[in-house]
């Protein structure tokens, strides 16, 4: 039970903070691509998406590592 | 307790008393972030409040260690199925590892199990299962013996069958996928395809069921990954397909979203994509089993049945039913069931499954048999002596699971890599993309550019379609499969063929060590030679010597020192025996301490002794003495024997060589390995042996506890070493060098030291194991060479970096096509050494005895003038 709590907590504290860190990637990439020009808007917004994704799938495990070594005090 | 604490019951042996309860718990107290302690001395725990931010179970484990008490870990083995690369065995460790009361865990992907030391009490078998099964693994716990053997069977032959049924789904489904895409180029083979099946909207339905059903096992294991934050290659598969079938959804239903439109609907590479990843995973589940083919090999042999004699009857029983003690019948052609002691009967079995020895050894009343050999030619009866777990066969599986088990420096290597090469593959993806979004489309598409291996030209692909193309190939091409497989599986098949060869390698970093070994130290007495001294040479007198034949003279020695307990005597006693003289009484007998022996031998008067007993006889010698210097000088012990007061010959006395010693160390010396000898003995005595032997360096006059400290001179050089020896005084060598090699073991193996144990009592063995680990390293560097070459190459492929120079690009489907080789290539290659042979033919060898080897009693005969 002890080690479900923790698991939890650890899977809360970084959704909070992968989800913003992809999200800022994402929303980067649209300001780019808009700044830039020339860009139809599906290209930047498929592209948003993508970028967002990967970000997510890139920070989610390396976040997620950190958090639960910081809780277990490791 | 609040919110940041945790309880914990953590359990304590070594402790007898009240103080011993007070010890434990003030090292406990002592360490930050343990809020409570209190120890029961009843029930041997500790139960405990603490902050995990500040303490962890190790800390608690090593300050309980540090007052003398300790925390009892258990070992088990956990069968774990899903896992198809180096990176799942990654998360499949850390999952095991992160749980409170895991130690250890050391994951191997090829027998698809998790080895896990644990504190029993502290966590459970179904947390770590659940552990497991959180990151995207079924884990189950591990039975024994023939129950493995059945439960690994079934569960590779239901990967086979589940991945063989999503095959033929997504194999046939694809193809029509395929022909349809392509409808436009069949020509004439138009006739024969309805036109309908190359609308898009009909592949993209004929796709769907593809990517939701064969395709859905890479979603939802990655799902399960990412949500305990570990990456795997199910996530690469599972990118690539969703986003090929994402933009080809959209593109068939909005063409004009401006997402490349008709032009850039990927179903295909979906489809084919899929298809391809599964046939790759399939063909990896049918032929990874095969690389652990020596285990099951052992297990089969243990016969299933025993002929058990009860009250003088014959009754069949499992052979697992059979107790210590039990009388047991085996009949020509039968299996032996257990180890025991023959008390009956006369036969020759074939022992070469255990010990590697090729031919049938002989059996007879006290000689002992091993469970799991065959009984070729005749009946006998025997006692079981051990039974289950005990025997000789449940020793060696055992022995070498946990050497499969194991994982070579190499191998951390590799996985780690692994490990860390799928998230560095998804920055790459997002690189990729970002560059050809912003600049690699601007300058450098090509509308007549196509696909590698296909017609089509990319045309009205946009710059958001050939981006994601391309990020998705780079993340299909990049999976690090053969990474994973590469040295696993070859570890697992050379540990197996050296095992065929009775060569057991205790761990894969023995493995690796051996194939490096640049100096090997033979122990010379036990190792190198018999360990009992034994006739070498007979020397006769010509001038007045009472008799011209060397038998004859050593038949009057024998028959002298019959009664004599000295090991010189005994040992002239034996190599008449061995020439099948007859050897008499002596009339008189009568012992000189310190010098020899005089007899009355056949009305003849027999001295026999050292040179001072012939002075003192006022025998002389003369004319023989520059022969009895040379056998001294070789390390030889010269017995004087004067027949009626005349000098009648030398009989010279040694340890004598093994059989094969020479060739060994000549086979040693082609394989570019220095050799050595230590040895109690004189330097004179040591180095006329090495010279005799041929061994490069002699290492004389170190006592037995001193034998350690030369090896770590040796190392001290920067040189490998391994040490031979029979481990009875040679323990500490064995542990200082880089490769301990207890030889003649016999079956026996769990009690030996030593890294590597050589069952037969047999030098050469020593150059089968370093031939199996240099060949089994060859192989696995061959594999990582393979398994890096496709990814070296297929990585800028996929990123489009010769695109500029070709205008060609993979696809995904050819990407996902080339990521199944590379699997199978690995796999293949690990295949090849099956058929691994070492240079030492077994066939060869002359056929052994029941009992010891029998000494090759070769004098060397001659005569003086």
């Known amino acids: 039970m002890e080690y479900e709590r923790l698991e939890k907590e650890v899977a809360r504290r970084s959704a909070l903070m992968y989800i913003p860190v992809s999200l800022g990637a994402a929303s980067l990439f649209y300001l780019a691509a808009s700044l830039v020009g020339g860009y139809p808007p599906v290209a930047r917004i498929g592209g948003m998406v993508w970028v967002g994704l990967l970000s997510l799938i890139v920070s989610m495990p390396i976040i997620t590592s950190r958090v639960k070594r910081q809780a277990r005090g490791q | ?865």
């Open chain 2, 1 to 865: 307790m609040n919110e940041s604490t945790l309880n914990l019951t953590l359990p304590i042996t070594g402790m007898t008393c009240a103080s011993c309860v007070s010890h434990v718990e003030g090292a406990l107290k002592e360490l930050s972030g343990v809020k409570q302690v209190i120890v029961n001395l009843a029930t041997n725990k500790a139960n405990l409040v603490y902050d995990p931010k500040q303490v962890g179970l190790a800390d608690m484990q090593r300050a309980v260690e540090s007052v003398g008490y300790s925390v009892p870990t258990t070992e088990l083995t956990l069968d774990v199925g899903g896992m198809t690369c180096a990176s799942c065995v990654a998360h499949v460790e850390a999952a095991l590892n992160e749980l409170p009361g895991v130690n250890e865990a050391v994951v191997n992907l090829g027998l698809g199990n998790a080895r896990v030391t644990y504190i029993p009490g502290v966590v459970t078998t179904s947390a770590m299962k659940r552990a497991v099964s959180e990151v995207g693994y079924e884990a189950s716990e591990r039975s024994e013996g023939a129950d493995a053997l059945d439960r690994e069977r079934q569960v590779r032959e239901d990967e086979i069958k589940r991945q063989g049924r999503n095959l033929i789904i997504a194999g046939t489904i694809g193809l029509i996928v395929m022909i349809g895409t392509f409808y436009d180029m069949l020509g004439p083979l138009k006739a024969f395809v309805p036109e309908f099946l190359s609308y898009k909207w009909v592949i993209g339905l004929l796709t769907t069921p593809i990517v939701f059903g064969p395709g859905r096992q890479f979603f939802t294991n990655s799902w399960r990954g990412l949500k305990h934050g570990v990456t795997d290659m199910n996530l690469l598969y599972a990118t690539g397909i969703g986003a090929a079938y994402g933009i080809a959804v959209i593109n068939t239903l909005f063409p004009k979203a401006g997402f490349g439109g008709e032009g850039a609907t990927f179903f295909e590479s979906a489809a084919l994509l899929t298809a391809f990843i599964i046939l790759g995973r399939w063909l990896e589940a049918l032929t990874r089993g095969r690389t652990s083919e020596a285990i099951r090999k052992l297990m089969k042999l243990q016969p299933k049945i025993a002929r058990l004699i009860r009250d003088g009857k014959e009754e069949e029983i499992p052979a697992d039913e059979v107790e210590i003690g039990d009388l047991i019948l085996v009949r020509p052609g039968e299996g032996i069931p257990v180890d025991g002691a023959v008390i009956e009967g006369y036969s020759a079995v074939d022992e070469s499954m255990l010990t590697g020895e090729s031919l049938p050894v002989e059996k007879k009343a006290g000689d002992t048999v091993i469970g799991g050999t065959l009984n070729k030619t005749g009946a006998f009866k025997f006692t079981a002596t051990r039974v289950g777990k005990d025997t000789a066969l449940a020793q060696i599986i055992k022995l070498v699971e946990d050497a499969q088990a194991s994982k070579a420096p190499i191998q951390k290597l590799a996985d780690w890599v692994a490990g860390h090469f799928i998230l560095g593959v998804h920055m790459l993806a997002v690189v990729v993309f970002i560059f050809w979004f912003f600049f690699g489309y601007r300058w450098f598409f090509d509308p007549n550019s196509r696909f590698i291996l296909s017609p089509y030209a990319l045309g009205e692909i946009g710059v958001f379609g050939f981006s994601l193309l391309l990020s998705v190939t780079v993340l299909v091409i990049s999976c690090p499969c053969a990474v994973g497989l590469a040295t696993p599986s070859a570890m697992m098949a050379g540990t197996g063929k050296a095992a065929e060869h009775g060569v057991l390698f205790k761990g894969a970093e023995a493995i690796e060590n051996t194939s490096k070994l640049q100096t090997i130290v033979f122990d010379k007495t036990g190792t190198l030679t018999k360990g009992e001294p034994s006739v070498t040479d007979v020397v006769i007198s010509n001038q007045r010597s009472v008799t011209s034949d060397t038998d004859h003279l050593l038949r009057l020695a024998a028959i002298a020192e019959k009664n004599s307990e000295h090991p010189l005597g005994e040992a002239i006693v034996q190599g008449a025996e061995a020439r099948g003289l007859v050897i008499g009484e002596a009339e008189r007998f009568n012992s000189i301490p310190g010098h020899g022996v005089e007899a009355q031998v056949e009305g003849r008067a027999v001295l026999l002794g050292n040179r001072k007993l012939m002075l003192e006889r006022a025998v002389d010698f003369s004319p023989l003495m520059a022969q009895a210097e040379a056998l001294e000088a070789d390390g030889k012990t010269v017995m004087f024997v004067a027949i009626d007061g005349q000098p009648s010959g030398l009989i010279a006395v040694a340890d004598t060589l093994k059989e094969y010693t020479t060739e060994a160390i000549q086979r040693l010396h082609r394989l570019g390995i220095e050799t050595a000898m230590i040895t109690g003995d004189n330097r004179r005595t040591a180095e006329a042996i090495a010279r005799h032997v041929g061994i490069d360096r002699a290492l004389a006059e170190v006592l037995p506890q001193d034998k350690a400290e030369e090896v770590k001179k040796l190392q001290a050089l920067g040189k490998k070493v391994s040490m031979v020896g029979d481990g009875v005084n040679d323990a500490p060598a064995l542990a200082q060098a880089d490769v301990g090699m207890a030889i003649g073991s016999g079956t026996d193996v769990a009690k030996e030291t030593g890294d590597v144990i050589l069952i037969k009592d047999d030098i050469q063995d020593v150059v089968v194991a370093i031939e199996v680990a240099k060949a089994t390293m060859r192989k696995v560097k061959q594999n990582l060479f393979w398994a890096f070459v496709y990814n070296i190459l297929g990585i800028p492929l996929g990123a489009g970096l010769f695109y500029p120079f070709i205008s060609l690009i993979i696809s995904p489907e050819l990407a996902g096509l080339l990521m199944a080789i590379s699997s199978v290539t690995v796999t293949l290659n690990t295949l090849l050494l099956k058929g691994f042979k070492p240079t030492i033919r077994h066939g060869d060898r002359p056929q052994r005895g029941a009992g010891e080897p029998k000494s090759r009693l070769s004098p060397v005969a001659t005569s003086s003038d």
